[in-house]
């Protein structure tokens, strides 16, 4: 019998506080704290937000730039390639020197250019592609795209942005190389024809230049705007998951200094009834 009083007597109460959710199947004997805790946790280890799945997209992402760095770099860097090898130079006209120059060194920087991207593509693709390929969450510590990712970028970069530069400038001596001997005549005639019957080669490819410039102008205004809105939408997604994670934390931290001051308060309800215990066994 004084064993039933004592264990009858030192129950510890229960928090008349706790959420009717703790009541549910799997929650029970959990508090608010307890609550708030395990949402957290199911926030943070969820797909959305877990470093996994960002380690993944991640992945995924360099893999697509390598793809797209290595098609656009064989693609542009042939036509470059055709391009020098197939023009024909009329050896009856005079070449403004400048103009050959600048043909010949943008050809070979586009060309070393697309090729240097095309490189970096062709060493990185295939481990990163391996990787992919397995289904298994924990192989993503095996991909070398988080090492080789400024060389990941700078594939990027050359094959999308200074290539596709250099591509239209290319596009542009070339029309000059090639329209410019148009209606010349030959270098023993009269000066006179000659300057009448060269100017509609010249007219021709300052046409083609004029239309190239707003053209190039107009895509480096996209390459600009497009960083800027993708930069503007991934720190705005960041600034909502960190507003999501500070209102957790500030709801933690609430019910941690409650849960500490009722904590003192079932201290000293525990020592009383202790006592009074204490004394009722004595008595029997």
Same mark, same amino acid.
Request: hydrophobic residues 40%; proline residues 4%.
């Given at each position: 019998?004084?064993?039933?009083?004592?264990?009858?007597?030192?129950?510890?109460? =229960?928090?008349?506080? %706790?959420?009717?959710?703790?009541?549910?199947?799997?929650? /029970?004997?959990?508090?608010?704290?307890?609550?708030?805790?395990?949402?957290?946790?199911?926030?943070?280890?969820?797909?959305?937000?877990?470093?996994?799945?960002?380690?993944? @997209?991640?992945?995924?992402?360099?893999?697509?730039?390598? /793809?797209?760095?290595?098609?656009?770099?064989?693609?542009?860097?042939?036509?470059? +390639?055709?391009?020098?090898?197939?023009?024909?130079?009329?050896?009856?006209?005079?070449?403004?020197?400048?103009?050959?120059?600048?043909?010949?060194?943008?050809?070979?920087?586009?060309?070393? =250019?697309?090729?240097?991207?095309?490189?970096?593509?062709?060493?990185?693709?295939?481990?990163? $592609?391996?990787?992919?390929?397995?289904?298994?969450? &924990?192989?993503?510590? $095996?991909?070398?795209?988080?090492? +080789?990712?400024?060389?990941?970028?700078?594939?990027?970069?050359?094959?999308?942005?200074?290539?596709?530069?250099?591509?239209?400038?290319?596009?542009?001596?070339?029309?000059?190389?090639?329209?410019?001997?148009?209606?010349?005549?030959?270098? &023993?005639?009269? %000066?006179?024809? $000659?300057?009448?019957?060269?100017?509609?080669?010249?007219?021709?490819?300052?046409?083609?230049?004029?239309? +190239?410039?707003?053209?190039?102008?107009?895509? =480096?205004?996209?390459?600009?705007?497009?960083?800027?809105?993708? =930069?503007?939408?991934?720190?705005?997604?960041? &600034?909502?998951?960190?507003? $999501?994670?500070? /209102?957790? /934390?500030?709801?933690?931290?609430?019910?941690? @200094?409650?849960?500490?001051?009722?904590?003192?308060?079932?201290?000293? %309800?525990?020592?009383?009834?202790?006592?009074?215990?204490?004394?009722?066994?004595?008595?029997?």
């Amino acid at each position: 019998m004084l064993c039933l009083i004592m264990s009858s007597e030192l129950n510890v109460p =229960v928090d008349p506080s %706790t959420p009717a959710c703790c009541s549910e199947p799997g929650t /029970k004997g959990m508090d608010y704290r307890d609550w708030v805790r395990r949402s957290y946790l199911e926030l943070v280890t969820s797909n959305h937000h877990s470093v996994q799945a960002l380690s993944w @997209r991640k992945l995924y992402l360099s893999r697509a730039k390598l /793809k797209a760095s290595s098609r656009t770099s064989a693609l542009l860097s042939g036509f470059a +390639m055709v391009a020098m090898v197939e023009v024909q130079l009329e050896v009856q006209y005079k070449y403004p020197q400048m103009l050959l120059i600048a043909f010949s060194a943008c050809t070979t920087v586009l060309v070393a =250019v697309h090729l240097f991207a095309l490189l970096i593509s062709t060493c990185i693709l295939p481990n990163v $592609e391996a990787v992919s390929n397995i289904h298994n969450l &924990n192989s993503i510590s $095996e991909s070398p795209h988080e090492r +080789m990712h400024p060389y990941i970028e700078l594939a990027w970069g050359f094959s999308t942005v200074l290539g596709i530069l250099l591509f239209l400038a290319e596009v542009v001596l070339l029309c000059w190389i090639k329209f410019l001997p148009v209606g010349s005549i030959a270098r &023993n005639e009269t %000066t006179n024809t $000659e300057k009448h019957s060269s100017h509609a080669g010249w007219q021709s490819a300052l046409v083609s230049t004029i239309i +190239m410039v707003p053209v190039g102008l107009i895509f =480096v205004v996209f390459t600009i705007h497009f960083y800027r809105s993708l =930069v503007r939408h991934k720190t705005e997604r960041h &600034n909502r998951e960190i507003e $999501e994670l500070h /209102k957790l /934390k500030v709801q933690l931290d609430g019910h941690d @200094r409650a849960g500490n001051s009722s904590g003192g308060t079932w201290t000293c %309800t525990g020592e009383s009834d202790g006592a009074e215990s204490n004394e009722r066994a004595v008595y029997y």
